[in-house]
């Protein structure tokens, strides 16, 4: 049988782990075929036209994957939380199996414990994305105090907010554009988890299908609009300046992340006629161009007037709510739609958005944005956010090593 024990002084506790437990009751057979998986070599995209399914993105890095990387079309996020008893030895032992496991996963590897292999095998841009809680940076016992973002937003007028949907110690974000992929790496991830944790809450999100769209185009919500125009663009020292912490912390390469459940009544959006629509947000809803402008790119003219004196982007509209004078007052945002079993028989959907918001500060790049949306912002009477959550990202890990080693370690 091969070994790679000497190669990582961890592989061999974490053998012992999984053959001499979690693989309990399975059989010799698959024993032997999950410590094999140890030497299986990384699917690697052909040269020529490689399915999806074959493509993968890199776990390990600087940074963590989910991130910079571009949107997938099916996500899952999980929070957890941690069982009594739980401090930093467990934390270490914990972060260790998750992050081996979804390394292996985003390569298209079985995990050791895998009892589906196959499964495993079409990554199709699988990345997972690990959260700290506050609560869970407590338990780590250091003497590195968590960042003063690290807890629950301020209380907006506008929150519907309920403990289903809010808070959590550790977030697990999953995308890929196989559902098949997301489902089985949800639960390997969780296989793991479940001595350590239990589950908060899950939220499943989507965008159109892999392929169905031009590369880089702007995803649109359940209400049609074009949502996230003026993202930072991907690859640019603009989305490193908003995004990654740079410091000498622990954080260091890493970033914040706000989670929003936006619930989003679409019954009463559709007695709302196009031009109504247009002025709440903005925008056209056909491109995506300011009301001021004919692209989506178009920089929106607020001191423009319509012929009879009123401003053709309306104080009240999202687009006007959202930007801000203060050029530090920028979010990157890598939201997913909802659409759900339906929880009142009057109605005809649940529909939402779990909205995502990757910056390097909450405090002076989020809540200032979201202080305007709450005073005045049009939308607000057609969306309620129902969940919150704030989580500290940590930066990436290098082979042999694990998430959040900056903290625990």
Excluded at 162 to 168: F, L, P, R, V
Aim: with cysteine.
């Amino acid at each position: 049988m091969a070994s790679n024990a000497g190669k990582n002084p961890n592989d061999l506790s974490r053998r012992q782990l999984f053959l001499g437990g979690a693989v309990a009751g399975v059989g010799a057979v698959a024993a032997v075929a999950a410590d094999h998986a140890l030497n299986a070599a990384p699917i690697v995209p052909g040269a020529a036209a490689p399915l999806n399914g074959t493509v993968t993105i890199p776990f390990h890095g600087a940074h963590q994957s989910g991130i910079d990387s571009p949107p997938t079309a099916h996500a899952t996020f999980i929070a957890l939380d941690l069982r009594e008893g739980i401090g930093r030895e467990e934390l270490q032992a914990m972060m260790r199996l998750l992050s081996d496991d979804a390394a292996r996963l985003a390569q298209g590897v079985n995990p050791l414990a895998d009892t589906e292999p196959e499964l495993s095998l079409v990554p199709a841009r699988l990345t997972i994305t690990f959260g700290f809680g506050p609560r869970l940076v407590d338990r780590a016992g250091t003497d590195r105090a968590p960042r003063s973002w690290l807890r629950p937003l301020p209380a907006f007028k506008v929150d519907r907010l309920e403990q289903a949907w809010s808070d959590g110690d550790l977030l697990l974000q999953v995308t890929s554009d196989d559902p098949v992929t997301v489902a089985h790496a949800t639960r390997m991830l969780l296989k793991d988890a479940r001595r350590f944790a239990t589950v908060r809450w899950t939220q499943k999100g989507f965008r159109r299908a892999h392929g169905s769209e031009a590369t880089g185009t702007t995803m649109r919500n359940l209400f049609g609009q074009i949502d996230g125009t003026t993202n930072p663009k991907l690859g640019t020292a603009d989305l490193e300046s908003v995004v990654w912490i740079d410091d000498k912390s622990w954080l260091a390469g890493g970033t914040s992340m706000v989670m929003r459940r936006i619930d989003m009544n679409v019954d009463k959006w559709d007695r709302l006629d196009r031009p109504g629509r247009e002025l709440a947000v903005g925008r056209r809803l056909d491109n995506g161009a300011p009301l001021t402008g004919t692209r989506e790119q178009d920089e929106p003219d607020f001191n423009h007037t319509t012929t009879v004196g009123f401003p053709t982007i309306p104080e009240f509209s999202h687009i006007r709510r959202a930007r801000s004078d203060a050029t530090h007052e920028r979010i990157f945002r890598r939201s997913y739609n909802y659409d759900d079993a339906l929880s009142d028989p009057s109605m005809i959907s649940n529909t939402g958005l779990v909205f995502i918001s990757f910056q390097a500060d909450i405090d002076t790049q989020f809540v200032p944005i979201q202080r305007r949306l709450d005073d005045l912002d049009l939308l607000n009477e057609w969306t309620a956010p129902v969940g919150s959550a704030v989580f500290a990202i940590p930066p990436g890990c290098e082979k042999g090593g694990y998430i959040g080693e900056t903290l625990l370690a």
